[in-house]
């Protein structure tokens, strides 16, 4: 841990970007295995999410059964460590993959949400919000029959469920105008927003190194930034369970749970400052 630590003081501003493996402990399931290979079945597609009604049906069914799962998480000691080193002034910015808002929840300031947020949707015609609480309640009254249905949870509020009739699933549409519901969040086959991307290249260049939580960065979306860092001559270190995408990026590595890790981190940084 002293790497880590040591790899912190030397580069007192950072930027962080943080994964799925963050989340893990508030039991929101990973996408990927240690070799950064995805488990389960593929995503969703923007493009049959938007093209087919079937897989809209498909989707959204799933997400009844699974949002559960997102929705009753809470911010695990991964996410109150990050939140403890911005207060100490380590954070330049939090830049997250994650579209569980628990690093918000954890209270954790001025997040980028590069994926969006899972808990908000929005319609596709009129753009009019709405949260996703108040869908699921909608998706409920018009599904009894799937209301009931349980199924393994895999991430991003869904659930593995192959074998029933999607056919006879009923999609609710905006109240406003009844457009078509997205949930608030970049699917496969979206880009991620060029403003999000923006801030988060500023907030990069103005840091002194690059921290990654809890990813394996096969996503280019969160690998970029690694490119990016590289390229300025600005160090990385991560903490994850496994392989990356930018293993050979790395000026340090450090394979432990993000929370143990983390919380090891910021209590040393305390006892550092108390013993002055």
């Known amino acids: ?32 295995d240690r070799e950064g290979l995805r488990t ?47 207060s100490r002034g380590r954070v330049g910015r939090l830049v997250t993959q994650n579209v569980d808002g628990l690093h918000i929840r954890a209270g954790n300031a001025d997040v980028i949400e590069l994926h969006g947020n899972i808990a908000r949707v929005r319609c596709m015609a009129c753009g009019a919000p709405h949260s996703r609480a108040l869908v699921q309640r909608m998706l409920e009254a018009a599904n009894p029959a799937f209301a009931g249905l349980t199924a393994p949870a895999v991430p ?4 593995h469920v192959e074998d029933i009739d999607f056919g006879a699933f009923h999609v609710p549409a905006c109240t406003h105008c009844g457009g078509l519901l997205k949930p608030d969040v970049v699917f496969f086959g979206e880009s991620v927003p060029r ?16 921290l990654v ?13 690694c490119e990016w860092a590289h ?40 006892d550092r400052e108390f013993a002055r």
Not at 213 to 225: A, C, D, E, N, T
Request: aromatic residues 8%; glycine residues 8%.
């Open 195 to 210: 403003t999000l991307v923006a801030d988060a290249a500023r907030a990069l260049e103005s840091a002194d190194a690059m």
């Open 1 to 32: 841990m002293s790497d880590i630590y040591d790899f912190v003081q030397r580069h007192p501003r950072l930027f962080v970007l943080s994964g799925a493996g963050i989340s893990t402990d508030s039991g929101i399931p990973c996408y990927r």
């Open 213 to 225: 939580l809890g990813s394996s960065l096969m996503v280019y979306s969160g690998y970029r930034f």
């Open 231 to 270: 390229r300025a001559g600005k160090p990385i270190a991560a903490i994850n369970m496994g392989r990356t995408r930018a293993d050979h990026l790395l000026a340090l590595k450090v394979e432990e749970p993000c929370a143990a890790a983390l919380g090891a981190l910021v209590e040393r940084l305390d």
């Open 40 to 86: 389960g079945r593929s995503p969703i597609l923007l493009r049959d999410f938007l093209g087919s009604e079937h897989a809209r049906r498909r989707y959204w069914a799933r997400s009844l059964i699974g949002w559960p799962v997102v929705a009753l998480a809470e911010p695990n000691a991964a996410h109150h460590a990050v939140r403890g080193l911005a």
């Open 156 to 159: 991003d509020g869904d659930a």
